[in-house]
């Protein structure tokens, strides 16, 4: 019948059955793992990571926020959602391609929950955009968080930790300030002892604070090209309003020529100013005809996606007409892209690139774990703000830092009295003449960790080149990204640890434990036959 009417079938694409969320901390007897699980290697990297992430806390952090249904189609599970995020940006994919890879990878699909290999793909690619938006910077914050205590926990086992006062990758100092009970305590006094050691330990740990631009996937904005695309879409806007049942004439536009006079000056390999500052004011258009259009309808026409480019257009026009009345190349606000108009210019004096456009972020690194701290879409000093960051590390942590390792945009006056105040001890070249700061207070490279992970983070995660086009799914992607960097460092930290604990294991009858520096000085020799057996 609809083949009559001559209306097209729906296509009915085949999606892989969703699974259901199982907590990984239910027992499984020894025998009983599905053949899936039992023919996966166990040193592969998203078999470690899958078995080391909390994933009841993290897929509580996002039902929380996205919330239960109990009607309706049951929902996708939590961890298929947050592992699939960790996916793409991990492998630094786009949404179609990951898709893709979770229905050709069967270790992909063992770190979704899976407990079987489907062919099918998991969700349609478009989905994405709904994940980021519940996936918001408090949520993935949140993950962070989880993520950095699970590294915290693996840290203090027996045998795993760092040394005592060992400073790790631009992170913590493990020393602990507040004083230890004596042995020869009774329990009840060692616990008293123990609960005001806990309360005086007010300052523990390092901290490395830095800023940094993540550039939008825009093109690169000029005054020329944004005033001849936003004419394109005003005319696209009056071809819409346009009814002749309502309006007497269509408003001349003189589309053509001013397309012709925008290729003549945008087509030249030199252009002068004076060639330049002439075409942008053949490009500037009233606006006021598209208003006399709207004003013959009864209810406003457009649709929210139409009303947002028409507010676009006409700021935009306001903004050109403003610079180009006062011969100025500086506005407040200004708009450098119509389809991504929360985008402001951000000023970093780059050698490479002077000014990028996107969002501004501030990072706390600790123990090699970046924490995002701030992030904006207009240009802030992150000096005048350090305080805000001191606080948020006492928030995360309980007490304040006992360092501060910072670049010299913090080290005002200001800020060094607070510190100080607060006996909080800042790396940073004192105040005062050359002659009279003989001592080096900051090795060059002790800021190369921080620098180091907005390095990788733009080399290898697309930091560098955010693709989301709305504001709160580029936010979610640029915290999905620091997510990912602390994900690698923790799978990293995982499968030593992991050895310890086995060795330990094996070794517990003879009352003999092993530690990290035993394995770094070779004293066990670990045969990878034998660890490749064990159940990690």
Sequence with gaps: MDQVQGKMQKGSKKRASAPTFVSPSQLVLSGFETPFSQKLIRTNRWVILGERLPWDGLCNVYTRQAGLSHTGRPPISPRVVIGSL??????????????????????????????????????????????????????????????????????????????????????????????????????????????????????????????????????????????????????????????????????????????????????????????????????????????????????FPLNPRQQKYLMVVHTLCQQQRKMFDDNKHTVEDRIVSIHQPHVRPIVRGKAAAKVEFGAKVHVSLVDGYAFLDELGWDAFNEGSHMMQYVQKYRQRFGHYPQEILADQIYCTRENRKILKEKGIKLLAKPLGRPPAVKKEHVRPGERNPIEGKFGQGKTAYGLDNIKARLKDTSESWIACIFLVLNLVKLAGAAPYCLIVKILNKCFSATGQLLTVSQLQTNAVIIRPTSFLKCKL
């Design 86 to 299: 960790i996916i793409k940006h991990m492998c630094n994919l786009d949404d179609r391609e990951t898709v893709a890879q979770i229905a050709e990878n069967m270790y992909m699909q063992y770190f979704l929950g899976y407990s079987s290999f489907h062919p099918e793909p998991p969700f349609d690619a478009s989905l994405f955009v709904g994940f980021r938006s519940r996936m918001g910077l408090e949520q993935i914050g949140a993950i962070n968080e989880r993520v950095y205590a699970l590294y915290q926990s693996m840290m203090s086992d027996k045998g795993a930790g760092p040394a005592a006062g060992k400073k790790s990758d631009g992170g913590e100092n493990h020393t602990d300030t507040g004083p230890e009970p004596c042995a020869g305590q009774p329990d009840g006094d060692r616990a008293e002892g123990g609960q005001q050691a806990a309360e005086a330990v007010t300052h523990k740990g390092r901290v490395l604070l830095d800023a940094t631009a993540c550039p939008q996937d825009i093109a690169y904005p000029t005054d020329l090209g944004l005033l001849s695309e936003s004419r394109e879409k005003a005319e696209e806007l009056i071809d819409e309003i346009y009814d002749r049942a309502l309006h007497d004439r269509k408003p001349r536009t003189y589309r053509k020529a001013a397309r012709k006079e925008f290729l003549k000056i945008a087509q030249k390999k030199d252009k002068s100013k004076a060639a330049i500052r002439k075409g942008v004011g053949k490009q500037l258009r009233d606006l006021r005809s598209i208003g006399q259009l709207l004003d013959k309808y009864d209810r």
